[in-house]
């Protein structure tokens, strides 16, 4: 069977909710026993999101086989279950490097090159590579940035070609779009959808279905009003307001049937639009906030929590753990740069310290971590987290004078966290970190072994300093022991504190292999360690 196309568009503004639209309608045709997975087209000249500030852009999130993507890619994980290659984020600066290669190498055959067909071909060529290579009942493919943007067009262009070219029951639009309620007046406000959608119309796009955000339901009247000016049937006009948790969106656009006039778009009507699945995710679903008598509360002290989208992962991670044993998670971000009296950190029942880099922020990490160990304040540290605790374990605990990373400072005179040695000659910054999932041996008799259950574990990494090796019998000696490495024991990948009630630090990014439903167990025995008064 031919895989068949949802291109999810968006409008009026950004940040409206085109990835968790994108998730659910995904949901939805898995939940129908559909093989679909998802892509992400980001229009920005960036090759990757690697280089990208969290605050600016939110979380870089890391695929299985080493892909710095935009967070996006997290959404279609979580809500699928399944991991999305790399492959499935597309930018701007990929394609036009592709088409200058090709243009090098003369494949071009002496054509001038041009946006269209060139750019726009080989825009298609990525799509319709990912739905045959993985043989695909339907790929939801989610353009980004906001209809009328300049570096949007080339990609719509393409979607509107391969509209023309699957025919119409091989392609369906849905356009992401705005119904404010100004207070003065208290009705649903419809003139941003119809400029959005005239404006899609305008570069030959007519859309299927608007998945119209607004605080509350959709009026009928409102409905019927958009409908009239933007062409689409009342019924595909689907009302995305506000709810509890975004895993509640599948069920709302299931409820207002949009699985059955999918179908009957794409001609299979008569197929089963649901499953024995819909119970088990909707148990995930209420679950996910059922819990609000029942707080941990969460300090996670970082250096992006300006923007909370800097630690998306995380912050699901953690409720994904509070879910799977009943608890409602508090989490307050605290800025590692400005924090000064560490007492406040005592009425927490844990801290976190995310993933981070450079010299920042990282001395408020450094005190945290080392307040957390003597106050014996359940603590996890992620990446940059994991080596800081190190790092004020060598400082308080065995008098090491100037302990550091030579990240932080170069010349500091006990560099306990150090550069990993093929990274030594890399001068570029994009994609040359340590990426991707590798083999983590975790020893018996440990904690990190009661946490996992296993010797052998698969953890996603995006670093580019290490333990340095040399410290290690000192650091067992003073009661640090390192309970997990990696590469035949090159490298440390987990230490704890036996004595502390919880203090775990991974070099790892155990946040990116978290589910609902299926947490991750590092944050699951965190959570509960937390949760114990």
Not at 443 to 464: C, G, L, V
Request: with cysteine; hydrophobic share 35%.
């Amino acid at each position: 069977m031919q895989t068949k196309f949802i291109f999810v568009t968006g409008g009026v503004m950004s940040g409206l909710g085109k990835g968790v639209t994108t998730s659910s309608i995904a949901k939805l045709l898995q939940l129908a026993d559909q093989k679909v997975s998802c892509i992400k087209i980001d229009p920005y000249l960036n090759y990757d999101a690697g280089t990208m500030n969290p605050v600016a852009h939110g979380e870089i999130f890391v695929t299985e086989d080493g892909g710095e993507c935009d967070m996006d890619i997290g959404n279609y994980e979580r809500f699928l279950n399944q991991n999305i290659p790399k492959s499935h984020n597309i930018t701007t600066a990929q394609v036009y490097s592709s088409v200058i290669d090709a243009e090098r190498k003369g494949e071009y055959l002496g054509a001038c090159v041009q946006i269209i067909p060139h750019v726009t071909d080989e825009i298609k060529n990525r799509i319709r590579k990912i739905a045959e290579d993985e043989k695909l009942d339907f790929l939801i493919v989610e353009c980004g940035g906001t209809v009328g943007d300049i570096e949007s067009l080339p990609f719509l262009e393409a979607l509107r070609q391969l509209r023309v070219e699957e025919g119409p029951q091989g392609v369906i639009f849905v356009h992401v779009t705005l119904a404010p309620s100004l207070d003065v007046v208290g009705e649903q406000k419809t003139k941003p959808t119809q400029h959005s959608v005239q404006e899609l119309r305008r570069i030959g796009i007519q859309p299927d279905f608007l998945a119209v955000r607004c605080t509350l339901p959709l009026e009928e009247k409102t409905k019927k009003k958009i409908a009239m000016f933007t062409n689409v049937t009342p019924n595909n006009v689907l009302s995305c307001h506000d709810a509890n948790s975004i895993f509640e969106v599948p069920q709302m656009l299931y409820d207002q049937g949009i699985m059955d006039s999918i179908f009957t778009k794409f001609g299979k009507v008569g197929m089963v639009n649901a499953s024995a699945n819909w119970d088990k995710w909707n148990e995930i679903a209420q679950n996910m906030v059922n819990h609000e008598d029942q707080k941990v509360k969460i300090a996670m002290i970082g250096k992006y929590v300006t923007l909370a989208d800097s630690y998306v992962s995380v912050n699901h991670a953690l409720k994904h753990a509070g879910a799977k044993i009943g608890k409602s998670i508090d989490i307050d971000w605290i800025d590692s740069e400005s924090i000064s009296d560490y007492n406040i950190l005592s009425k927490y029942d844990g801290i976190l310290v995310p993933g981070g880099f450079g010299t920042r922020g990282s001395e408020g990490i450094i005190n945290t971590a080392n307040f957390a160990r003597e106050k014996d304040i359940p603590y996890l540290g992620i990446c940059f987290g994991f080596q800081l605790a190190a790092i004020a374990f060598g400082r308080n605990v065995m008098n090491l004078e100037d302990a550091n990373s030579t990240e932080i400072k170069a010349d500091t005179k006990n560099p306990i966290v150090d550069l990993l040695p093929e990274q030594k000659d890399i001068s570029d910054m994009g994609g040359s970190l340590r990426l991707g999932a590798n083999e983590v041996k975790i020893k018996e008799n440990t904690n990190a072994y009661k946490i996992y259950n296993t010797n052998s574990i698969h953890k996603r990494h995006r670093h580019r300093y290490e333990i340095n090796k040399k410290y290690i019998p000192e650091f067992e000696k003073n009661g640090l022991i390192f309970s997990a490495n990696s590469d035949g024991g090159k490298r440390m990948e987990i230490l704890e504190i036996t004595s502390h009630k919880f203090y775990l630090g991974v070099q790892f990014h155990p946040e990116f292999n978290s589910r609902p439903g299926y947490p991750e167990e590092a944050f699951t025995a965190f959570v509960k360690a937390a949760s114990e008064k």
